[in-house]
T-cell receptor, first 114, second 112 residues
């Protein structure tokens, strides 16, 4: 099992450009999440998908959109990148049936917006 | 979700036990205590969780006070590879979509 995979690993964008961060999990998990982590800070939730077909905003959703393509895949889109979106982006998944739910994280995408 | 308070950093000698405290005085009855760690910019890794009772697994032990207002994560024999940021998170688990709210965590430095 690969667990949670993310592509790309690194990306440099110019202000105003768009891009999509891809995330996939092979653990048959119901719930998936996108977090961002700025230098020296903890992770902040951007969007999550509790189950296939649903998405909800997290703590910092502005400037982002998400798509739960199927049970395995959850993508994050930046329509018009801004320097404030320079960050490390982590995708995670969890079984999501209620009760305690360990989250499994991907290796992250390091994004720089110039 | 209840707020947690952790010391910003701690040092520990290699081979000794590392005891990481966490205060969560406003925790509700249905909220669990989770611990995750993040090693050098990797994705966070689940360590352990508990509700009321003390818990132990192959990585660590979790001691929760009787009033549940604080807890301690114990790494029994710390190694250099345990150097990481440790996050204490409290969260109710009554629904799909187990959102986690990460604070700044505790930077644990294990020294030889």
């Amino acid at each position: 099992n690969a667990g949670v995979t993310q592509t790309p690993k690194f990306q440099v964008l110019k202000t105003g450009q768009s891009m999509t961060l891809q995330c996939a999990q092979d653990m048959n998990h119901n719930s998936m999440y996108w977090y961002r982590q700025d230098p020296g800070m903890g992770l902040r939730l951007i969007y999550y998908s509790a189950s296939e077909g649903t998405t909800d905003k997290g703590e910092v959703p502005n400037g982002y959109n998400v798509s739960r393509l199927n049970k395995r895949e959850f993508s994050l889109r930046l329509e018009s990148a801004a320097p404030s979106q320079t960050s490390v982006y982590f995708c995670a998944s969890s079984e999501g049936r209620g009760g305690y739910n360990e989250q499994f994280f991907g290796p992250g995408t390091r994004l720089t917006v110039l | 979700d209840a707020k947690t308070t952790q010391p910003p950093s701690m040092d520990c000698a290699e081979g000794r036990a590392a005891n990481l405290p966490c205060n969560h005085s406003t925790i509700s009855g249905n909220e669990y205590v989770y611990w995750y760690r993040q090693i050098h910019s990797q994705g966070p890794q689940y360590i352990i969780h508990g509700l009321k009772n003390n818990e132990t697994n192959e990585m660590a032990s979790l001691i929760i006070t009787e009033d549940r207002k604080s807890s301690t994560l114990i790494l029994p024999h710390a190694t250099l590879r345990d150097t990481a940021v440790y996050y204490c998170i409290v969260r109710a688990d009554m629904e799909y979509g187990n959102k986690l709210v990460f604070g700044a965590g505790t930077i644990l430095r294990v020294k030889s």
